[in-house]
């Protein structure tokens, strides 16, 4: 039997738009307003409609769980290193009428570190997080300010002994203000349905916060008042 010895010819990678009725660009639009303005997935599809797009807000509320998160990972090679000072906390919302718990850090200079969605507020879901967050980044914290939680200590102690941890009164309060942020966007949706679409929520907010704060090095070349459109368009072309 006779072997060719001829290459397949490489074939692009399918663009994650590929089958959607709607182009690319409606799409990341529609993400990006959801994203960035305190707005329900029913005002996102008012404002299309008044510019001649007639989509569901049942489609855009799909588009946002699907595209958030594709966006986000790939924005990761252009994202800025955090700083060596996190300052860590959780904060609680409500998934289906069940409260959730959200660790969250930042660093000193307002970069928010990562987020999860927890069921539980123990050592395990501490762990879980500061884990996730070593993996991910693959950097590690100087010096880590948290709260008097108990849970801290031996957490960190196991996932980053080197760091100095430090409590002090109101020392933690640059993550509590951000966490306000958080609550006054979540504010005008109707409720988060699954643990799941909380986490792409979540994150998408942190990721546009991060856009926002110049912490990624995308749509550096647009006005400043038009960067976060420019990355949201930089991103479509790569995902």
Known sequence: MKVSNRQRPVQPPRSAFAGFRFPPDVIVVAVWLYLRYNLSYRDVEELLLERGVEVDHVTIFRWVQRFTPLLVDAARFCRQAPGDRWFADETYVKVNGVWRYVYRAVDQDGQIIDVL???????????????????????????????????????????????????????????????????????????????????????????????????????????????????????????
């Open 117 to 239: 969605v927890s069921v539980r507020r123990d050592a395990t879901a501490a762990r879980r997080y500061f884990r996730r967050v070593m993996a991910m980044l693959k950097v590690r914290p100087a010096e880590v300010i948290t709260d008097a939680s108990p849970v801290y200590p031996a957490v960190l102690d196991e996932v980053v002994p080197s760091a100095w941890h430090h409590i002090e009164r109101y020392a933690n309060n640059r993550v509590e203000a951000d966490h306000s942020q958080l609550k006054h966007r979540l504010r005008p949706m109707r409720g988060l349905r699954t643990d799941r679409t909380a986490q792409t929520i979540i994150a998408g907010h942190a990721f546009m916060q991060n856009l926002r704060r110049g912490n990624y090095e995308l749509g550096v070349d647009a006005p400043r008042g038009l960067r976060v459109a420019a990355a949201f368009t930089e991103l479509a072309r790569v995902v």
